[in-house]
Structure formats: C-alpha cells, structure tokens
C-alpha cells in the first residue's frame, strides 16, 4: 500500500521567511500525491495535487511542491510566509484507481509576527 | 454553488449509544466519502459511496455502516458508541471520484463520547 511521511509534526517560521513543509511517500507505482490545509474548525481544503503531468505543482495562495521521484519526496514550499498561513497541512496519496486517500499525520504551521 | 454541507456540526453521546451522522454533497456530485480525524490516528478513510454504492471501505469494524441516497446525500452511523470514537467526522464530495477530481470537503461534524 502506499503511504506518505510527513517530517515535522511543528514547524514554525517568521512572517516573510520561506515555508518548507516536507513529505516523503512510499509508493510501488506512480503516485498521485496531494497537499491539504486545515484551519481551526474547518473541514480540509485542497492545496494542490501532482497527477504526473508536471513535477513542479503550483497551488493557491502562492503554495507549490515539488515531485521528486529520486528522493520520493513532494515537499510543499511557499517563498514567504503571511500570518493566514497558519493550519495544518496534510500530504495525501491516493490508494487505488478512485480517491480513497491516505494522509500523512501533519504538520502544524505557526508564523511568527 | 453551495458548498458540502454536514449535520449536526457538534454531537455528545453516551458509551454504548448510536449515532446517525448526515452530508449533503455539492449540488451534481454522485461520490462522499467519509474520514474519522482524531489526534491520535490522523485522518483515516472510512468509506466511499457512488450512486448509492460503497464502493470503497477503509479499516474500520463494522459497527461504522452508511449509505447513500438517490440523491447523493449520505449518512453514516456508528453503533455501540465507544470512547475512541470521539472525533471529527468529514465528509467530502466530488463528481465521479476520479483522481483528477478535486474532492471537496464539508466542515466536519465534531462527535464526543462520554
């Protein structure tokens, strides 16, 4: 099965600074590898997904991540960080031909003023 | 377009109680899924319904059940409560449930075992 490792259950940045949010997956088959955000008391929202087409994937609200098959990785980047960047953020990968999806445990994000 | 929608938003019940959760997805979506999000497992699948079929079912006993109605909204039960069932139930909802879809995702409906 297939499965995604989010590294850093907190990560903490200054407002301006560059958010990095790492994901490594594990995967006998091309992947289809997502990015969801998580504000307090709200349901998920989709970031963006990679489905083969390209290896850089660009996002709302300025995210992007990266498709590295060499280091299975699909790190999510954005240059700087804005206060409203604060959630949770899941990596996702898909198991089988239709979306039941496996998340990753999360990252909280904090910016600091 | 109105969004997926869930109810009740906030649920408290007793050990050994059921439960009947409801979402109703976006207008033209035939595909909910449904995922338990607790702090100590995560996110976890719990099952797909597609026209009215599950077509996909995650983990977990068979005291978790649902079902889909002709048109699309769900529900989702758990019976004989247990504590470890204190979590955010999400629903989410997308046309076909094809990977290029976007899947949308309701609010949650929040459920605490006592």
């Known amino acids: 099965a297939q499965s995604v490792t989010q590294l850093g259950s907190h990560v903490s940045v200054s407002e301006g600074a560059l958010v990095l949010l790492r994901c490594n997956y594990s995967s006998s088959v091309p992947p289809y590898l997502f990015w969801y955000v998580q504000y307090p008391n709200q349901g998920l929202q989709l970031l963006l997904k990679?489905?083969?087409?390209?290896?850089l994937v660009k996002g709302i609200n300025g995210f992007e991540a990266e498709f590295k098959k060499s280091e299975t990785s699909f790190h999510l980047t954005k240059p700087s960080a804005h206060m409203s960047d604060a959630a949770e953020y899941f990596c996702?990968?898909?198991?089988?031909?239709?979306?039941?999806?496996?998340f990753g445990t999360g990252t909280k994000l904090q910016v600091i003023p | 377009k109105a969004g997926v929608t869930q109810t009740p938003r906030y649920l408290i019940k007793t050990r050994g109680q059921q439960v009947t959760l409801s979402c109703s997805p976006i207008?033209?979506?035939?595909?909910v899924s449904w995922y338990q999000q607790t702090p100590g497992q995560g996110l976890q699948f719990l099952f797909e319904?597609?026209?009215?079929?599950?077509?996909n079912k995650g983990n977990f006993p068979g005291r978790f059940s649902g079902r889909q109605f002709s048109n699309s909204r769900s529900e989702m039960n758990v019976s004989t409560l247990e504590l470890g069932d204190s979590a955010l139930y999400l629903c989410a909802s997308s046309l076909e449930n094809r990977v290029q879809e976007t899947q949308y995702f309701g609010p949650g409906t929040r459920l605490l075992v006592l």
């Open positions: 996702a990968v898909i198991n089988g031909g239709y979306q039941k999806v496996t």
């Open positions: 990679y489905t083969s087409a390209a290896t």
């Open positions: 207008s033209g979506h035939r595909s």
């Open positions: 319904y597609f026209s009215e079929t599950q077509r």
